[in-house]
């Protein structure tokens, strides 16, 4: 899903402590996981992060929702494949 600066910027934000080493592992996956699409004609980058990093991302800032976050993101792709 992409959302614009205006919309991202206007979230309520979580208080949570920042964790220097997921911030890092985020930024190389940034880097090292792009992938495209194409929308209306145009390619559209995107960034398919490891289901590991997720998970860790989830378990450090809403842990009380983590597994409940991973296990609706596979049943997305689940039911993606399906049609």
Excluded: C, W
């Excluded at 991202?8 to 992938?35: M, Q, R, T, W, Y």
């Excluded at 145009?42 to 450090?60: D, F, M, T, W, Y």
């Excluded at 809403?62 to 409940?68: V, Y």
């Amino acid at each position: 899903m992409t959302i614009s600066q205006e919309t991202l910027f206007s979230l309520p934000l979580l208080d949570f402590k920042l964790d220097k080493g997921l911030i890092a592992a985020l930024e190389k996956s940034e880097l090292d996981n792009k992938v495209y699409k194409q929308n209306a004609g145009a390619a559209q980058e995107n960034v398919k992060h490891p289901k590991i990093l997720l998970s860790r991302l989830n378990n450090h800032v809403i842990p009380s929702h983590a597994n409940l976050l991973i296990s609706l993101h596979e049943n997305s792709e689940l039911l993606n494949k399906n049609f």
